[in-house]
């Protein structure tokens, strides 16, 4: 800020970070009317985050709508500022600077990385078709990717002296917290396992359609958990060597084997008598 106020820039300053405030508030408003906890918005030097916590209960729809509602804001910024340019409120040349900047900061927000809107998306429509820990591991090293990609793009300028030292911040900020995330998979996936209950009742209650799952009586529990998906309630069927099915059991038995007997490594077939 002091470099910006000494180089004549401190206007367009605030206006960036006024427009990354809107942007987190936009995600803020629609998390909030989910009935998602709000902790804290921090201002960074290269862009916001609104940190939240849904408690692990929310859809993949939920989450995508909180994502898409902060590149929403700079969409109706950068029209307003338009409208204000063709009407001759705004002088032209101000008018395109707050439109490039709404554009830069809604279009890399929608990157498909981690944590970034387009990464979330990503993560709430891949959840929809493959179970949840899959997607998180698939999540994680998919943004991990790009996230170094990007950093090869900000360094692609080295010999002729023209590095984009902002970009290869960003991108190495994402590249640490996409290795970190994928380090952690495990911990958000027993999260999400943690609270599963509501989703259950909330799926039940709604009368959802059960999404089987078929395994063989051999398979551990937390092998049979980690099939599970987000926005499905699961009914465990269990075949014996020859094919046949010996038991179904509901997915609330396979989380009190995991969690209250304590045997994630134990086979379903030793934990529950099957018929």
Not at 42 to 69: H, I
Not at 241 to 267: C, M, T
């Amino acid at each position: 800020m002091l470099l910006a106020v000494a180089t004549g820039y401190f206007a367009e300053l605030l206006t960036l970070f006024a427009i990354v405030l809107i942007h987190e508030l936009g995600h803020v408003v629609c998390a909030k009317s989910f009935g998602w906890n709000v902790i804290r918005i921090e201002l960074l030097p290269f862009g916001g985050v609104a940190e939240t916590d849904d408690r692990g209960r929310s859809s993949s729809f939920q989450e995508a709508a909180v994502a898409l509602a902060g590149p929403l804001q700079n969409a109706w910024m950068a029209l307003f500022a338009v409208i204000m340019g063709k009407l001759g409120l705004w002088d032209s040349q101000w008018c395109g600077y707050f439109i490039k900047a709404n554009a830069m900061i809604g279009l890399f927000n929608l990157l498909p990385i981690l944590p970034l809107d387009g990464g979330k998306v990503m993560q709430a429509l891949i959840g929809r078709w493959l179970p949840y820990y899959r997607t998180l591991v698939l999540c994680a090293l998919v943004s991990l990717l790009l996230s170094l990609l990007l950093a090869a793009a900000a360094l692609s300028g080295v010999r002729s002296g023209g590095v984009q030292l902002n970009l290869l911040a960003i991108a190495l900020f994402l590249a640490y917290s996409n290795w970190f995330g994928y380090r952690h998979v495990s911990f958000r996936f027993v999260r999400f396992l943690m609270n599963r209950e509501p989703v259950m009742e909330r799926l039940i209650d709604r009368g959802t359609l059960a999404q089987p799952i078929v395994i063989y009586r051999y398979r551990t529990i937390a092998e049979i958990v980690r099939l599970f998906m987000r926005d499905k309630y699961h009914l465990v069927y269990i075949l014996n060597d020859r094919g046949r099915i010996e038991a179904v059991l509901p997915e609330h038995k396979l989380l009190y084997a995991y969690f209250q007997l304590n045997r994630p490594g134990s086979a379903v077939s030793d934990v529950f008598v099957l018929e």
